[in-house]
T-cell receptor, first 113, second 116 residues
């Protein structure tokens, strides 16, 4: 079993809908959680960075962490065709400079006009 | 801010040749850089962690003599694929962790390597 599980999709939604993405993990030592967006043949772009349980909002993006359930989510409001990409969750055990990240497999999202 | 560049963006080479890929942090210093490999429709696979001024730490199963990493300065790391073969064809992505930050990694745009 992988440390971080993420549904590969594809997840297809109409423009303007809310996109709901999630990851589950097995290692309770993970404390730092990130979401990246990756367009085809490009490097990932950091979207959200959260620590411990709770919600964090940034523009159209909301990240949620539920450490008791080992479950994290990313919501994208008012989705646009330009949001069509692969979304990767990533996690880290400790707060340390240059620490490795453990990635989920990524969910492919398609927002249809 | 937090821009990472890679050069070249794509390269085609003959089997048996060596290829060098550069990763630069343009507007910040990075004590640590990471090198990943990504196959089509798959997630990132960490190859090695590169620390400025010291030897890289390779992940299990990654041949350090084949994938040479040099992190000579706080803004530059290089990955050299030695004696490349067709099975080394892949998308190579670097990331940089700003000095003094924690866990954040900023990724380069990637380099597509095709070995004929």
């Amino acid at each position: 079993q992988k440390e971080v599980e993420q549904d590969p999709g594809p997840l297809s939604v109409p423009e303007g809908a809310i996109v709901s993405l999630n990851c589950t993990y097995s290692n309770s030592a993970f404390q730092y959680f990130m979401w990246y967006r990756q367009y085809s043949r490009k490097g990932p772009e950091l979207l959200m960075y959260t620590y411990s349980s709770g919600n964090k909002e940034d523009g159209r993006f909301t990240a949620q962490v539920d450490k008791s359930s080992k479950y994290i989510s990313l919501f994208i409001r008012d989705s646009q065709p330009s949001d069509s990409a692969t979304y990767l969750c990533a996690m880290s055990r400790i707060k340390a400079a240059g620490n490795k990240l453990t990635f989920g497999g990524g969910t492919r999202v398609l927002v249809k006009p | 801010g937090a821009v990472v560049s890679q050069h070249p963006s794509w390269v085609i080479c003959k089997s048996g040749t060596s290829v060098k890929i550069e990763c630069r942090s343009l507007d910040f210093q990075a004590t640590t850089m990471f090198w990943y490999r990504q196959f089509p429709k798959q997630s990132l696979m960490l190859m090695a962690t590169s620390n400025e001024g010291s030897k890289a730490t390779y992940e299990q199963g990654v041949e350090k003599d084949k994938f040479l990493i040099n992190h000579a300065s706080l803004t530059l790391s290089t990955l050299t694929v030695t004696s490349a073969h067709p099975e080394d064809s892949s998308f190579y992505i670097c990331s940089a962790s700003p000095t003094g930050s924690y866990n954040e990694q900023f990724f380069g745009p990637g380099t597509r390597l095709t070995v004929l």
